[in-house]
């Protein structure tokens, strides 16, 4: 897929994101990444109306080059590119449930949400831990983001939303939106005894589409 594709594709999976409601506002941010750089949403940019032509570019230092001014948040995306260097997408998102499973004190902080359906374990792998709580845009947060990738696909940010890679922009918007989908089966379920996948299960998953 070429630059001028890739970012017609951006807008479009943004766009459907928001219509969905697992973005608000000017909420959240995109990044894919090009043979010479990135492409990263611009800052307070709503994703539900991007301009393709608009969309930031980076260049493979994350240096902005092009388009609009990018996310404050283009720290996170580096140390997600950086820990996963198969990674060719990262969405950040503030979709109500994942964001609600951020803020629970009494969940596991490295798998708040257990593996309770075959997609979860496919699309967003085993290991979902938790990141403490920075305010957004604080740089101080890229060794945390950093470390945190280096395991998992996708992780929480403490009281604030997911951040999840994929190998390809399509492979990144599916993860979040069945992340979202987990964390509400988890909230719907809570307090209720459930039977969750055995490892047995998500080994086999693993094996499969891993
Ligand atoms: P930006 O508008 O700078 O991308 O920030 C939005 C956001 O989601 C902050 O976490």
Do not use: W
């Not at 928001?18 to 506002?25: N, S």
């Not at 004190?105 to 920075?134: C, H, K, S, W």
Request: hydrophobic share 45%; with cysteine.
């Amino acid at each position: 897929m070429n630059e001028t594709e890739l970012r017609v594709l951006l807008a479009e999976l943004a766009a459907s994101l928001f219509a969905r409601g697992y973005a608000v506002g000017s909420a959240g941010n995109i990044s894919a990444k090009l043979s010479d750089g990135y492409l990263m949403t611009p800052t307070n940019s709503s994703l539900g109306r991007l301009d393709p032509v608009r969309i930031s570019k980076l260049d493979l230092n994350f240096e902005h080059v092009g388009g609009d001014k990018p996310s404050k948040e283009v720290f996170m995306h580096r140390a997600v590119y950086q820990a996963r260097p198969d990674a060719g997408a990262v969405v950040h998102l503030h979709s109500t449930m994942a964001t609600a499973v951020s803020c629970l004190d009494d969940v596991d902080q490295t798998a708040p949400i257990p593996a309770l359906t075959p997609y979860f374990v496919m699309r967003v792998g085993e290991n979902l831990p938790v990141v403490p709580y920075y305010r957004p845009g604080n740089p101080a947060m890229e060794p945390a983001i950093h470390a945190a990738a280096l395991g998992a696909k996708a992780l929480l940010l403490a009281n604030h939303g997911p951040v999840v890679s994929g190998k390809n922009l399509i492979d990144a918007v599916y993860a979040a939106e069945e992340l979202e989908e987990s964390a509400r089966l988890f909230l719907l379920l809570r307090g209720q005894r459930v039977r969750a996948l055995t490892a047995e299960q998500r080994a086999e998953l693993l094996g499969h589409f891993g």
